[in-house]
Antibody, heavy 120, light 105 residues
């Protein structure tokens, strides 16, 4: 069974840093690209960052480029999101979502999400 | 690419047909998906490549369209189908989602 599990969320002050992790199981981790997607309180889904299965290709949404960094350790079946210079508007549930492909992305399996709350 | 969903809210009775629409601001070909999300849960993939049902999705869900106009049809609404539905394009970066259609009783 394909599973993704996020961790590392919590309460952080504006300007601080946080690193989210996403552990995958039930599939060959390196064969699948993965993205981070967030959802603010009562809001819609917002794609943030993508990394290919090999880790060689990354893409970012403009509002997080330069502040957030996506990475993966295929030996540990783990995806990361390093979030720096956090803002109140970054408050959201953060999901990791797998692509069915090594390159390119839409989310066929999603984790349950990690809540990040940024206070002023 | 901006994804515009309509209506924002759809009120339907169980057993009725529901039709949800999504328009892309430019052509996305068939690189298009629909997701269902229930409160407190992760999104669930329903349809990809505009019309292919994902694994385990009941046949009452169907998707159609290409280019800029897409439709999700739920042929006979069941109680478990009341949720928010999001459209999504994966033709270009950044990936974008619509703002959702809430299907309510």
């Amino acid at each position: 069974e394909v599973q993704l599990m996020e961790s590392g969320g919590g309460l952080i002050q504006s300007g601080g840093s946080l690193r989210l992790s996403c552990v995958g199981s039930g599939f060959t981790f390196s064969s699948h690209a993965i993205s981070w997607v967030r959802q603010g309180p009562g809001k819609w889904l917002e794609w943030l960052a993508y990394i290919s299965g090999t880790g060689k290709t990354e893409h970012y949404e403009d509002s997080v480029r330069g502040r957030f960094t996506i990475s993966r350790d295929n030996s540990k079946n783990t995806l990361y999101l390093q979030m720096n210079s956090l803002r109140v508007e970054d408050t959201a549930v953060y999901f990791c979502a797998r692509s069915p492909y090594r390159d390119g992305w839409f989310g066929d399996y999603w984790g349950q999400g990690a809540l990040v709350t940024v206070s002023s | 690419i901006v994804m515009t969903q309509s209506p924002a809210t759809l009120s339907v009775s169980p057993g009725e047909r529901a039709t949800l629409s999504c328009r892309a601001s430019q052509s996305v070909g068939s690189n298009f998906a629909w997701y269902q999300q229930k409160p407190g849960q992760a999104p669930r993939l329903l349809i990809y490549d505009a019309s292919i049902r994902a694994t385990g999705i009941p046949a009452r869900f169907s998707g159609s369209g290409s280019g800029t106009e897409f439709t999700l049809t739920i042929s006979s609404l069941q109680s478990e189908d009341f949720a928010v539905y999001y459209c999504h394009q994966y033709n270009d970066w950044p990936r974008t989602f619509g703002h959702g259609t809430r299907v309510e009783i």
